[in-house]
């Protein structure tokens, strides 16, 4: 059983930056693949970035965020810039089993409890 805990949302002004981290237990940290989604109020959870050995980003991040991973720290981080008043939601981890990247949350066996971030105009 994989244990995961996000950190590091608040709240920033458009156009600032914010680094959320997600430490991972109870499993081979560096066997799973591992994503970031987000799902804002009354909307579907979206996904956001994952990483393996490589990495995928949806469309309205890319340029903007950073998904990295830390193996010997059983870290997964997610470096946002230029951030905008629609990037405001909770940000969830979660992990995965196997190598291949996928954007759908189904695909993924573990979730934390998720981080707010809110961006004002």
């Known amino acids: 059983q994989v244990q995961l805990v996000e950190s590091g949302g608040g709240l920033v002004q458009a156009g600032g930056s914010l680094r959320l981290s997600c430490a991972a237990s109870?499993?081979?940290?560096?066997?799973?693949?591992m994503g970031w989604f987000r799902q804002a109020p009354g909307k579907e959870r979206e996904f956001v970035a994952t990483?393996?050995?490589?990495?995928l980003y949806a469309d309205s991040v890319k340029g903007r965020f950073t998904i990295s991973r830390d193996n010997a720290k059983n870290t997964v981080y997610l470096q946002m810039n230029s951030l905008k008043p629609e990037d405001t939601a909770v940000y969830y981890c979660?992990?995965?089993?196997?190598?291949?990247?996928?954007?759908?949350?189904?695909?993924?066996?573990?979730w934390g409890q998720g981080t707010q971030v809110t961006v004002s105009s």
């Open positions: 109870g499993g081979i940290f560096s066997s799973y693949v």
């Open positions: 979660a992990a995965r089993r196997g190598s291949a990247l996928r954007a759908n949350g189904n695909d993924y066996d573990y």
């Open positions: 990483i393996g050995w490589s990495t």
